[in-house]
Every structure is written in structure tokens, then in C-alpha cells.
């Protein structure tokens, strides 16, 4: 069994920081990439970022040059540092990894259970 724990959601002003993190756990063999969605209300989820074992990463236009999404091999943890927060950045804030499990070796993609952005103006 394989979970993702996010943490670090919250209220923050316009122009603030926050960072969120993600912690995978259970029988694990492999990560490989890991990254984070989001989903506004009457929205569809969306990539944000997401990075590759080897620290390779990729971002959503609308974040780059804000967020920096980083990982702790030796934790199983992927962090999302976000800065120069934006109203339009309100969203729930969705984790992912691809993992193998010591059971199968077999990837499949888990998602972690959401946690809460709000940006006020």
C-alpha cells in the first residue's frame, strides 16, 4: 500500500509564499517522476510542475519564474515553493508520483488527497 501525504496549504496574500510538500510512503521499490496539479472550482486539474528522478523539471507557463517544484530522494518527498502568490492561483493543489511497488515493480501513477490554496487579493 502506497500513500501521498500533502501538507502546507493555507490563506496567503497576494504577493506571499508557500510551500507545500509531499510525502510518499508504504512499499515502496521506485519513484520516478513526481509532480503537482491543480484544479480550481468549475475547473479542470492542471499540470503545475513536475520532476523527473534525475531532478530534471518541467512547469505550466503561468508558473514559471514563481514556483519551484525540488525533491528529497531519501525521503520520498517532492516540495512545491511558491512565491509572488497570485489571486488565479487559488486552487486545490493535487500531488502525484510514479512508483513501483516491492511487490510488483510494476509503475502506476498515486495521487495524494489535496490540499488547499487560497490567494486573496
Known amino acids: 500500500q502506497v500513500q501521498l501525504v500533502e501538507s502546507g496549504g493555507g490563506l496567503v496574500q497576494a504577493g506571499g509564499s508557500l510551500r507545500l510538500s509531499c510525502a510518499a510512503s508504504g512499499s515502496i521499490f521506485r519513484i520516478n517522476a513526481m509532480g503537482w496539479y491543480r484544479q480550481a472550482p468549475g475547473k479542470q486539474r492542471e499540470l503545475v510542475a513536475t520532476?523527473?528522478?534525475?531532478?530534471?523539471?518541467n512547469y505550466a507557463d503561468s508558473v514559471k519564474g514563481r514556483f519551484t517544484i525540488s525533491r528529497d530522494n531519501a525521503n520520498n518527498t517532492v516540495y512545491l515553493q511558491m512565491n509572488s502568490l497570485k489571486p488565479e492561483d487559488t486552487a486545490a493543489y493535487y500531488c502525484?508520483?510514479?512508483?513501483?511497488?516491492?511487490?510488483?515493480?510494476?509503475?502506476?501513477?498515486?495521487w495524494g488527497q489535496g490540499t488547499q490554496v487560497t490567494v486573496s487579493s
Open positions: 520532476i523527473t528522478s534525475a531532478g530534471s523539471t
Open positions: 502525484n508520483a510514479d512508483i513501483s511497488t516491492a511487490k510488483t515493480r510494476i509503475p502506476r501513477t498515486y
